[in-house]
């Protein structure tokens, strides 16, 4: 595997379900990212790993909880989601430098989540 | 105001042609300005980035940055049909992004 992968690819879930996304990068990287794609709507980050510090967007609802093992891999956690909640989750890695400075990000695939 | 304003398209484009794709932000404090293109069912990915104001060549690709009117543009000379993807703009690569262009090559 290279690369960023994210399992599972697509999930259909009800509104009441608990589930799980899942994401490695194999790029050696020390921060992920995940993010929602919604359709015409700008990416929107969520979570941020970073340095073994978790920088959050306050405007994610609890019903989402990331977790972040190892600089490898991380999570995101699902529960009494809403139809609103459908939409394309990507997850991202970068190397980031306490000295600053642009960063590239690798992007997965993303995981097509669709709440009924 | 929208920290980032991209006009979501679809922009179609005669193979051959330059196809011009564009963005407005609104924090001045920006510095690195990226592009990002995203291939359907797949992530986005770093198409190329400029840092402050100029432009920058790659290859059929050039990005342009005017921090004066906060304006950034990307033009793709010698359009193919395998440039057909959505183009997303990020003048703050981690936070702030648009909503990307979608932009279609014809033959």
């Known amino acids: 595997e290279t690369g960023v992968t994210q399992t599972p690819r697509h999930l259909v879930m009800g509104m009441t379900n608990k589930k799980s996304l899942k994401c490695e990068q194999h790029?050696?990287?020390?921060?992920m990212y995940w993010y929602k794609q919604s359709a015409k709507k700008p990416l929107e980050l969520m979570f941020v790993?970073?340095?073994?510090?978790?920088?959050e967007n306050n405007s994610v609802p609890s019903r989402f909880s990331p977790e972040c093992p190892n600089s490898s891999h991380l999570f995101l956690h699902l529960h009494t989601l809403q139809p609103e909640d459908s939409a394309l989750y990507l997850c991202?890695?970068?190397?980031?430098?306490?000295?600053?400075?642009?960063?590239?990000?690798?992007f997965g695939p993303g995981t097509r989540l669709l709440v009924l | 105001q929208k920290e980032v304003e991209q006009d979501p398209g679809p922009l179609s484009v005669p193979e051959g042609a330059i196809g011009s794709l564009n963005c407005t932000y609104s924090n001045s404090a920006f510095q690195y300005f990226m592009w990002y293109r995203q291939y359907s069912r797949k992530g986005p990915e770093l198409l190329m980035y400029?840092?402050?104001?100029g432009n920058k060549e790659d290859g059929r690709f050039t990005a342009q940055v005017d921090k004066s009117s906060k304006y950034i543009s990307l033009f793709i000379r010698d359009s193919q049909p395998s440039d057909s993807a959505t183009y997303l703009c990020a003048p703050d690569y981690k936070l702030s992004f648009g909503a990307g262009t979608t932009v279609t090559v014809r033959a």
């Open positions: 400029t840092y402050s104001s």
């Open positions: 991202a890695s970068s190397q980031s430098s306490s000295s600053g400075g642009v960063e590239t990000q690798y």
């Open positions: 790993y970073s340095l073994e510090e978790r920088v």
């Open positions: 790029l050696g990287h020390n921060a």
